[in-house]
């Protein structure tokens, strides 16, 4: 409804990317970038996109598309160490190269340090804690959860896990 508008653009691909529904691709992603874009902002969508596109195109072309996402992610964080979107960005290109490696989650878990109140990043890297059996990592994670004053649904769940894991 909004061509060439560039903030619609940016609001969009966000949305789209953090629904991944897969319904959705590269192509039509990257029709919705600002194609003149130089902000950081601009360059972080631009390389979540082609990271996302890497699985869509040939297979011989997956890892430079990979490294060309990881260049411009890589400059980013030169400018600014602690973009925490830039750092997401990172993980999901690492991890649709590796898997879940120990560096994916090293970016994964620098950016929750620095947005401690991202629900969604908090239930992710606890997924790979779980995932590679890293008890003292996961409950760690889950003890600001445990100290909320609310005592609701997630502090009992949080509570939950860390009994099953054997840390309280």
């Known amino acids: 409804e909004h061509p060439g508008d560039r903030v619609v653009g940016a609001f969009s691909i966000k949305i789209l990317l953090a629904i991944d529904s897969g319904h959705i691709g590269a192509a039509e992603l990257e029709a919705l970038l600002d194609p003149?874009?130089?902000?950081?902002?601009?360059?972080?969508?631009r390389a979540r996109v082609m990271t996302r596109g890497a699985d869509e195109g040939p297979p011989a072309?997956?890892?430079g598309r990979i490294a060309a996402a990881r260049k411009i992610l890589d400059g980013v964080l030169r400018e600014d160490p602690?973009?925490?979107?830039?750092?997401?960005?990172?993980f999901e290109n690492i991890r649709e190269d590796e898997g879940a490696s120990d560096a994916a989650i090293t970016y994964l878990?620098?950016?929750?340090?620095?947005?401690?109140?991202?629900?969604?990043?908090?239930?992710?890297?606890?997924?790979?804690?779980?995932r590679d059996g890293r008890k003292t990592d996961a409950i760690a994670l889950l003890r600001p959860i445990v100290n909320l004053p609310h005592g609701g649904l997630e502090v009992q769940e949080a509570v939950a896990t860390i009994r099953s894991l054997g840390g309280l």
Do not use: C, S
């Open 36 to 45: 003149a874009g130089t902000t950081a902002d601009d360059r972080i969508l």
């Open 61 to 63: 072309q997956f890892q």
């Open 82 to 90: 602690d973009n925490v979107d830039a750092l997401f960005a990172t």
């Open 109 to 130: 878990a620098k950016a929750l340090a620095i947005d401690p109140h991202n629900g969604l990043w908090r239930m992710e890297l606890l997924e790979l804690y779980l």
